[in-house]
């Protein structure tokens, strides 16, 4: 085990980090993105890093992924030995453009067996989403054939364990022409779900097996950490068409995603722009599933303030899946429930 301090945003390194580089062939041009995840870390305080850079031009993305097992914050002042692709929960956020190629190379920097399933992936598991033993790496490609927002996680038995553990990250794959509208602000939000026990002797933390197959979570939460967007809102601006790319890791709950003084004036349940649902107030995703969500923050509407996003299934709310969307700069930051 491991612990290390994360303060590196994803956002800022992917330009410093992100090798690209032209093969020239006899008919055209490839220009290949390189992200390696072992160097570019994702930003856990003061909360995990929920924004998304727009999808880069280059039309082969190669991916380097660790596997790795370090602490974690679930909740405040609630470390956890976690399980983590690219050393944090959720791990790191790729996005991809429909028709890109994708290149993974997992790396198995953890104790014990672990393995990775794309759900944006039409690829043989067998092929794919073999166990990688300790010190092992995999690597396979695809073509991102389906536009939408999409779970990656590790399919080593028993799946809850390594979910709950961890495991799991969103790839967001935008459609070829866009999604139809602008958008001024992106964010991406994984809602999963935490089963633990206090051991009475050391007073750590650890998995409670038995309260995962009764689905009594201790924790419900967004990208990892219960509450975390209270305190540190995501700031978006008045007059801002905002676009949130939500994943559900589960391993059990649905989750019936709503924003508080806010209608979604667009919803995209499966990445498909031409199906999309208009003047919603809450939608639901299913564990494993992704949808896309935008709403508008108009002045003279949903004007300045302070707009609570959470699962409308309260009882996970309560237990941590709730947070902020803070719109221009009120004057008071008030704490909000609903």
């Not at 031009?57 to 991916?63: G, H, N, R």
């Not at 026990?197 to 924790?219: I, N, R």
């Not at 975390?228 to 790319?245: C, E, H, I, S």
């Amino acid at each position: 085990m491991r612990s290390r301090t994360l303060i590196t945003s994803a956002i800022a390194l992917t330009a410093l980090t992100a090798t690209a580089f032209t093969v020239s062939g006899a008919r055209r041009s490839t220009t290949i993105e390189r992200v390696d995840f072992g160097t570019t870390v994702t930003a856990t305080q003061p909360a995990y890093d929920a924004r998304v850079a727009p999808v880069s031009d280059p039309t082969v993305k190669e991916f380097i992924i660790p596997i790795t097992h370090d602490t974690i914050e679930i909740a405040k002042g609630v470390k956890y030995e976690g399980w983590t692709f690219g050393g944090t929960v959720p791990g790191p956020i790729i996005r991809v453009r429909e028709g890109d190629q994708v290149r993974i190379k997992v790396v198995n920097k953890s104790p014990m067996p672990h393995s990775i399933d794309f759900h944006a992936a039409r690829i043989p598991a067998n092929i794919a989403y073999r166990m990688i033993d300790t010190g092992d790496t995999l690597s396979f490609e695809f073509t991102a054939r389906d536009p939408g927002a999409y779970m990656v996680h590790c399919g080593t038995p028993p799946v809850t364990m390594h979910i709950m553990q961890g495991m799991y990250f969103a790839i967001i794959v935008d459609p070829k022409d866009g999604w139809g509208t602008k958008a001024d602000k992106e964010f991406v939000l994984v809602q999963s779900e935490f089963y633990t026990k206090k051991d009475s002797t050391t007073g750590s933390v650890g998995p409670d097996w038995q309260a995962a197959m009764a689905k009594s979570a201790s924790y419900v939460v967004f990208n990892g950490r219960a509450g975390q967007y209270k305190d540190a809102p995501l700031k978006v601006d008045v007059g801002d068409r905002v676009r949130l790319f939500v994943v559900n890791a589960g391993p059990s709950f649905q989750s019936d995603f709503h924003v508080v003084g806010a209608v979604f004036d667009r919803v995209y349940p499966d990445g498909n722009p031409d199906h999309v649902l208009e003047g919603v107030q809450t939608y639901s995703v299913p564990a494993g599933g992704g949808v896309v969500f935008e709403t508008v923050f108009e002045k003279g509407a949903s004007d300045e303030g302070l707009y609570p996003f959470v699962t409308h299934s309260f009882a996970d709310a309560e237990k941590g899946a709730v947070g902020i969307i803070q719109v221009g700069a009120p004057k008071q930051f008030a704490h909000m429930s609903h």
